[in-house]
């Protein structure tokens, strides 16, 4: 589903440069749940950006369903993330003045679909989140994990083929992130979509198929029981 080659990223820093990703290679499958663990600023939510297209490298290449990255204009990066990839921050960034399910349809009348039409989807998904009874709530009246529901439900209503999630139970309690984490479980096995997941929580990355730790610029697959020291 996505691979990438010999990918580098570089910033500039003072008189000197911050290599951040060094000649990495990844290869994650279809329907396969990948969880990238390593220190804070290590490149983590760097690799992912350049995943969904949202940042580009210095060098190498990235790969969707064989298509390269360098192959697309901007235009087309943006029809690829529309219709592709699904994004759940660390942060909700629910529009306020939006009730939850204006926040979940948005995706959709961006991409032209009808009010109805897009309602009615946002209605659903945010019934398979369990937010059934919020759909009218504005988002300052939902606590902090009935916001990132509606933010996962936000991020699947295009029903995309990957999901693409940094943190995303990082500003939550203990308690309210593990059912964050049951929930994303759950969503990424009914949906049968490839989950591509940042998180310093090592009970979540326990819940994928592969952890991946990123160190000194590189990739590398690492044990269940690695992930627990």
């Known amino acids: 589903m996505l691979r990438t080659e010999k990918l580098r990223k570089v910033f500039r820093s003072g008189d000197s440069d911050l290599v951040v990703l060094n000649d990495l290679d990844a290869d994650i499958e ?3 749940m990948v969880a990238i663990v390593g220190e804070s600023g290590s490149g983590k939510s760097t690799l992912l950006q350049i995943l969904g297209t949202l940042d580009i490298a210095t060098s190498g290449e990235v790969y969707f369903k064989g298509v390269p990255y360098s192959s697309l204009s901007e235009a087309d990066k943006g029809k690829l993330r529309n219709e592709n990839f699904g994004f759940v921050w660390q942060l909700n960034y629910l529009l306020p003045e939006f009730t939850a399910l204006e926040n979940v349809a948005m995706p959709l009348r961006i991409r032209g679909v009808g009010n109805s039409d897009a309602g009615k989807a946002a209605e659903k998904w945010l019934e398979r989140v369990g937010l059934g009874d919020r759909t ?3 988002a300052g009246e939902l ?3 009935e ?7 936000r991020a699947l209503v295009n029903e995309p083929k990957v999901l693409m999630a940094d943190e995303p139970t990082g500003s939550l309690d203990a308690r309210t992130g593990e059912k964050i984490a049951q ?6 096995q009914e949906c049968r979509m490839t ?3 940042v998180t310093h929580n090592m009970g979540f990355a326990q819940r994928c198929n592969r952890v991946l730790k990123l160190e000194n610029g590189k990739l590398e697959t690492v044990s269940l029981s690695q992930t627990m020291r």
């Open 195 to 197: 989950t591509v997941l």
């Open 30 to 32: 279809d329907e396969e």
């Open 143 to 145: 606590s902090g994990g």
């Open 136 to 138: 009218t709530h504005r």
């Open 147 to 153: 916001q990132q529901r509606v933010a996962l439900a």
């Open 183 to 188: 929930l994303m479980e759950q969503l990424h």
